[in-house]
Every structure is written in C-alpha cells, then in structure tokens.
C-alpha cells in the first residue's frame, strides 16, 4: 500500500506543531514576564550562582507558559469570536484540547518543580499559585467584571516577588524590599492592560469580555480611572529611594519615566483617541524594564 505523505510534507506538519506550541506559551509574553523576575533577581542577590537564573530562568518561563496555555483552552470558543485570537492554535485547530492539556499540565508541573527544588520552595509554591489565580480565577472573571485585571495584576506581579525570593536561602522569604517591587509591578499593569483593552474593546465586546474599569468601555469614568492608576504609580515607583534601598541618579530616571507615562495617560483623558491608548500601550512595554534597571542599577551601587 502506497502513501501521498512525502518527507516534506511531515516536516511542514512537525513544523506547524512546534509553532503551534510555541503559539500557546505566548512566547513574547511569558519571555517579558521572565525578564521581570531574572531582573529582580539581580536586584536583590548579594551573591549567585548561574544554575539559580538558569532555573529561574527555565522554570519561570515554563510556569507562564502553563498559565497562558490553560488561559487560551479555557476561552477556545471566545477566542473564535476575536480578530486579535481566532488564529490561535487550538481555535484554527492546529491543536487539540487535550494535547494542549498535556502540554501544559507538564510544563506547569515541570516549572513549579525547578523552583522549588533549585530555588526554594516558596518560589515553587508561589509560582503553582500565579498559575491558579490567572488560569482558574482571572480568566472566568473576565466575562462577569472589570474588577478581573485586578485579580489577574495579583499573578502578573508575581514573577517579580519570585524573582526576589529566589534570592534568599531556606524555604524562602519575602521581604519588604521584594513587597515594593512586587507593588511596582502590579499597579503598572492597570494603565497598561486598560490601554491594551481600550485599543481593542471592540473584539472584546465580541466576547463578551469586561476589560476596562468601566462597564461603560471607553467612557470618561475609564479614562479617570486610567489616569488616577498611571499618577498612583509614580510615588509608589519612587518608594526604594523613600527607603534607601536606592540614590538619587536611578530616582531621577524612574522619575522622568513616570512623568512622561503620565503625559500619555492624560493625552489618552484628553483625547480618547484609540491612537492615544496604543501611544500609552506601547510606553508601558518601555517603561517597566527601564524602571526597573534604574532599581537594579540604584541598588547594586546606590546610585
């Protein structure tokens, strides 16, 4: 018996799995959100070895991977519905729901394995938690209130307290250094995932998905909240210097960075443009690492 399935055609097939895979851990997203933690890291460690930033390195992308996969099979049918989802792979079905299910549950349980064994243990716990907040809780409150992008902030900054934590030794402590850059981290996602869902709140009404903080979607109530959140950020940014954790130099740079955040978020008040909100999305991808190299930087040499 003849087959039509040439060499070529099972390496496209092999190919379009692997994409398909890498399409489910939201490559780009989960490597921004390591980005955070190994950051913060350097922040806070007096002293490490490479096989600490490597696990955290490996074991935090895999975590967010398992997060953002679980997210995209639980909302396959909504995601259908979007313009920015509907090619995702298991909607276009690239994927199947169960082998996205393994590959999750095998990169979640393989993350949360790597932080607690070459971490410390309160890494592993904290990181099979952001897990359960964004896959079981953040992703179904989308649909019944805005008040989800404040529960999903809880595991979007949790990358960072990992990252702090995985600095200390035993089972692991938080310290109020790592509480301070964990409340950076979180009250920075409000202004940027707002800017994220006025840019596309057409495809999330589609959904039926409540992104912005007012169920009046982009009303002045949102744009009032969006511009009270980016002016909270500024003095909460400037706590390290407040308690000496940094110098003057990096409070400075964190400073003009909040002010020009600012600048866009109120262009984005005045205007309610959807081009002012892509202006204030991209700003936010700008303006977290550069903060938080200023505090890498203020710290390591009190600058």
């Known amino acids: 018996?003849?087959?039509?399935?040439?060499?070529?055609?099972?390496?496209?097939?092999?190919?379009?799995?692997?994409?398909?895979?890498?399409?489910?851990?939201?490559?780009?997203?989960?490597?921004?959100?390591?980005?955070?933690?190994?950051?913060?890291?350097?922040?806070?460690?007096?002293?490490?070895?490479?096989?600490?930033?490597?696990?955290?390195?490996?074991?935090?992308?895999?975590?967010t991977a398992s997060a953002n996969g679980f997210n995209q099979i639980i909302e396959k049918d909504l995601d259908k519905l979007m313009n920015r989802t509907k090619l995702r792979p298991i909607p276009t079905g690239n994927l199947s729901v169960n082998q996205a299910l393994i590959f999750c549950a095998v990169f979640g349980i393989i993350g949360t394995i790597l932080l607690w064994i070459f971490l410390n243990p309160l890494c592993g716990i904290i990181g099979f938690i952001s897990i359960v907040l964004y896959a079981l809780v953040y992703t179904p409150l989308k649909r019944v209130t805005p008040f989800s992008v404040f529960v999903g902030a809880i595991p979007g900054?949790?990358?960072?307290?990992?990252?702090?934590?995985?600095?200390?030794?035993?089972?692991?402590?938080?310290?109020?250094?790592?509480?301070?850059?964990?409340?950076?981290?979180?009250f920075w996602q409000f202004p940027h995932f707002w800017a994220i869902a006025?840019?596309?709140?057409?495809?999330y009404q589609r959904a039926g998905f409540f992104m912005l903080p007012s169920k009046g979607g982009r009303d002045r109530s949102s744009r009032s909240q969006i511009l009270v959140y980016t002016l909270?950020?500024?003095?909460?940014?400037?706590?390290?210097?407040?308690?000496?954790?940094?110098?003057?130099?990096?409070?400075?740079?964190?400073?003009?960075?909040?002010?020009?955040?600012?600048?866009?978020?109120?262009?984005?008040?005045?205007?309610?443009?959807?081009?002012?909100?892509?202006?204030?999305?991209?700003?936010?991808?700008?303006?977290?690492?550069l903060v938080q190299i200023a505090l890498m930087l203020g710290h390591k040499f009190l600058i």
């Open 1 to 63: 018996m003849q087959t039509n399935v040439h060499n070529s055609d099972i390496d496209t097939i092999t190919y379009s799995k692997i994409k398909s895979f890498l399409k489910l851990t939201k490559f780009t997203l989960s490597a921004l959100v390591v980005f955070s933690a190994i950051i913060t890291f350097f922040t806070v460690a007096e002293t490490f070895n490479w096989s600490q930033v490597f696990a955290l390195c490996v074991g935090g992308f895999l975590v």
């Open 157 to 186: 900054a949790l990358p960072t307290l990992i990252g702090a934590i995985a600095a200390t030794e035993g089972f692991g402590q938080i310290t109020f250094f790592a509480v301070l850059l964990f409340c950076i981290q979180f």
């Open 198 to 203: 006025w840019v596309s709140h057409d495809d």
């Open 232 to 289: 909270s950020l500024f003095p909460i940014a400037l706590t390290p210097f407040v308690f000496n954790f940094t110098g003057w130099i990096s409070a400075a740079v964190v400073s003009c960075m909040g002010l020009v955040f600012i600048m866009q978020a109120y262009k984005l008040y005045k205007g309610s443009s959807i081009e002012d909100a892509r202006k204030l999305m991209f700003g936010s991808f700008i303006y977290l690492p």
